[in-house]
T-cell receptor, first 112, second 112 residues
Framework: AAGVIQSPRHLIKEKRETATLKCYPI?????VYWYQQGPGQDPQFLIS???????DKGSIPDRFSAQQFSDYHSELNMSSLELGDSALYFC???????????FGQGTRLTVV | GEDVEQSLFLSVREGDSSVINCTYT??????LYWYKQEPGAGLQLLTY?????DMKQDQRLTVLLNKKDKHLSLRIADTQTGDSAIYFC????????????FGAGTQVVVTP
């Protein structure tokens, strides 16, 4: 069965650079969620989209923005990167009204 | 996570049962989830339970929910070395399935 696809899997950026992470949800899923997991920490909710509209916002820094496109894929844009942004970024998708959210393998971002 | 608490470590012998405990605080939680994360990997949804249920069994996994005490447990029968991982419990709300509040995770180490 198709799963949530994230790209790239690994990304190394320098401080103050910009990064774009992509997420392709499971086919027919209409909702996408972004999470940040720091080293040794639990995943923290950043933001979610339903039908291309932002549906919920968590602890997402102002330097980050995200959107969901007409094909339901989503991109997380991160600017002015800081060392503390180094983390595993997960995307999850679900179908509205259904209880299960499925996570991708994550993108490991390292800021040097 | 602040609102979801788990013990941090569990060591169990192969073939024994593992029990991972979790407490949550949000009484409006509708679904409670268990995710498994292996080193460097994504979050795998193991099982979930609706808040009006007491128990759910799925092959080797048994979830018990004590709604009065806001206590959730995951029992893994006949624990195998492949069960070594970090296990996260998470709570979610009806109106935002994928916006989850995770616990800090319990590292389960299975010894031969």
């Amino acid at each position: 069965a198709a799963g949530v696809i994230q790209s790239p899997r690994h990304l190394i950026k320098e401080k103050r650079e910009t990064a774009t992470l992509k997420c392709y949800p499971i086919p027919r899923h209409d909702t996408v969620y972004w999470y940040q997991q720091g080293p040794g920490q639990d995943p923290q909710f950043l933001i979610s989209f339903y039908e291309k509209m932002q549906s919920d916002k968590g602890s997402i820094p102002d330097r980050f923005s995200a959107q969901q496109f007409s094909d339901y894929h989503s991109e997380l844009n991160m600017s002015s990167l800081e060392l503390g942004d180094s983390a595993l970024y997960f995307c999850a998708s679900s179908l509205k009204g259904v209880s299960e959210a499925f996570f991708g393998q994550g993108t490991r971002l390292t800021v040097v | 996570g602040e609102d979801v608490e788990q013990s941090l470590f569990l060591s169990v012998r192969e073939g024994d049962s593992s029990v991972i405990n979790c407490t949550y605080t949000d009484s409006s939680s509708t679904y409670l989830y268990w995710y498994k994360q292996e080193p460097g990997a994504g979050l795998q949804l193991l099982t979930y339970i609706f808040s009006n249920m007491d128990m759910k069994q799925d092959q080797r996994l048994t979830v018990l929910l004590n709604k009065k005490d806001k206590h959730l447990s995951l029992r893994i029968a006949d624990t195998q070395t492949g069960d070594s991982a970090i296990y996260f419990c998470a709570e979610g709300l009806t109106d935002s399935w994928g916006k989850l509040q995770f616990g800090a995770g319990t590292q389960v180490v299975v010894t031969p």
